[in-house]
């Protein structure tokens, strides 16, 4: 069965630091790549997604990510976070393999330090 | 309007009452979901609906019972729920299900306890 992995549930991170959250999945076929983000209290916003084209996709708040095929993964990356950067990270797959409903990682726990 | 809403944002009910959570989009999306979700977990999908058809149930107890009264409404009726079931529920929405779509557009929840 298709799976997603997010390889740190709990990141602590300094302002200014420079940001990486892993995600790799387990499908070998064509997917569609979702970075969602939960805000304390709010509702998950879509970041960034990766359906075809250039690997590396730029999203909203200066978030990217880079689809690495060989890889199987999906890695989050932020240059500089900043304090409201603080939140909950899923990353999310879909796939034929998956009837395209969305599969998701456990998700990533942020916070960052003032 | 690009948004999902969904009312009441908290409820509170006993394990003998009914309910109903709303939720409503005007993005002509004719795909809408629901799902659960428990504290610092991702959201589990209960139920899709595509063109007003349920197209998909993920073996949810019968406690819960979708509705798509048009292709903009989806209401998901509750009756003697358990405790267990206190959850934030999320309703979405995509332009199609089912297929190579886009992504889904999220509301923001209702916080449901049940006591």
């Known amino acids: 069965a298709q799976s997603v992995s997010q390889h740190n549930h709990h990141v602590i991170l300094s302002e200014a630091a420079s940001l990486e959250l892993g995600c790799n999945y387990s499908y070998g076929g064509t997917v569609n790549l979702f970075w969602y983000v939960q805000y304390p209290g709010q509702h998950l916003q879509l970041l960034l997604k990766?359906?075809?084209?250039d690997p590396l996709v730029k999203g909203i708040k200066g978030f990217e990510a880079e689809f690495i095929k060989s890889k199987f993964s999906f890695n989050l990356r932020k240059p500089s976070v900043q304090w409201s950067d603080t939140a909950e990270y899923f990353c999310a797959v879909n796939a034929l393999d998956s009837n395209y409903q969305l599969i998701w990682g456990a998700g990533t726990k942020l916070i960052i330090k003032p | 309007d690009t948004e999902v809403t969904q009312t009441p944002k908290h409820l509170v009910m006993g394990m003998t009452n009914k309910k109903s959570l709303k939720c409503e989009q005007h993005?002509?999306?004719?795909?809408m979901y629901w799902y659960k979700q428990k504290a610092k977990k991702p959201p589990e999908l209960m139920f899709v609906y595509s063109y007003e058809k349920l197209s998909i149930n993920e073996s949810v107890p019968s406690r819960f019972s979708p509705e798509c009264p048009n292709s903009s409404l989806l209401n998901l009726h509750l009756h003697a729920l358990q405790p267990e079931d206190s959850a934030l529920y999320l309703c979405?929405?995509?332009?199609?299900?089912?297929?190579?779509?886009?992504?889904?557009?999220f509301g923001p929840g209702t916080r449901l306890t049940v006591l």
């Open positions: 993005m002509g999306h004719r795909a």
């Open positions: 979405a929405s995509s332009r199609k299900a089912l297929a190579n779509s886009p992504e889904q557009f």
């Open positions: 990766y359906f075809s084209g």
